[in-house]
């Protein structure tokens, strides 16, 4: 496939909108505990979602139901034997590797909920995300070089040493420096605001149990980079098997989310005994079950979209450099996520200072992408 950085960048930015938006539904769900409508929103994301796509994207159903739409029960059970065997063809390395990652992911996962939950969209998104990036987009390429071939040392070294690299990198700085104003605009914030202030904007607020929680969630969040890239051998045979390379990380996507889906839904599991919150899921009006069940479904495919489109984007962005997708990632993530805040009105009560550190990190985090494109473009063109 031939690279596109910038349509890559594009491709990133739907992506980020996706994961910065998702929980937008999740704060209109009534009555409610945070455990029930986390689980109902994983089956979701991690589950209905990545097999109904990848059966879609990654198989021929599309084209069986096409050319014989009467049999449409069978054709999608001969799709998802597809998908199995395609699965199964892969190495099995590959696919325990992406399992033990997504469950490390699903812990982060859980913890960045509760990091939102305590500090606000705005905040708990730059803390965790911040160590995400920097440890998901720089630990695979390192790792690579140091314990890989010799290629794969070669390839560190240039990162390092030639201007596409080190175009790249100084994106992953820039990027590094808007989640450290974003952070720092928080911060101000906490400073700023009365008790009364914090919780109307953030009923749970809590600046010390949030930043700890935060923390612990970005480098847990990271492992979902590092199943990305074990599971490259997972996208190379589903190419061989007829998919799309635009689509061949959605095969991946399957495995990974199988990992998350346990670890969170274990815990979630966990929280509903002990808060005996199981009446959650069964209890209430009608219609507000029914809009509480629809709003976490909601979620759940948004959270989707942001790795479907991530996929896309990295096959676009190119192979030299293609560790830099996450940092483009995590800024569009904090970029939206941040908007949100201010839709959300979290940042009401703050300082004009303050406000304006929040649209320069922003601003800043844009930037970055541009400049992790470039040198993405750079590379393809010198390649």
Known sequence: MTPNPFLGVFLHAIGGFAAGSFYAPLKQVKRWAWESYWLVMGLAAWLAAPWIVALITATPLVQWLRDDPWHALSHIAGSVVHLTRMLHASPDRSIQLCILFGLLWGLGNLTFGLSVRYLGMALGYSVALGFCMVFGTLVPPIYDGLTGTAADWQRLVVLFTLTPGQTTLA???????????????????????????????????????????????????????????????????????????????????????????????VWCLILNARNRSFKDYVTGPATQQVRNYFLAALAGVIWYGQFFFYGMGTTKLGEEYGFSSWSIHMAFIIVFSSLWGIAFREWRGTSGKTKTLVWVGILTLIASTMVIGYGNYLASAKG
Do not use: H, R, W, Y
């Not at 923390?215 to 799309?244: M, N, R, W, Y």
């Open 171 to 265: 994106g992953v700085g820039v990027c590094l420096a808007g989640i450290g104003l974003c952070g720092l605009a928080g911060m101000c914030k906490e400073k700023e605001l009365s008790d009364e202030q914090k919780k109307e904007a953030v009923q749970e607020f809590a600046l010390g149990k949030g930043f700890a929680v935060a923390t612990i969630s970005g480098i847990l969040s990271a492992c979902f980079a590092f199943g990305l890239a074990a599971g490259k051998p997972i996208a190379d045979v589903a190419v061989k098997s007829g998919t799309e390379p635009l689509f061949s990380n959605n095969p991946v996507l399957v495995v990974i989310l199988i990992g998350g889906f346990f670890s969170n839904a």
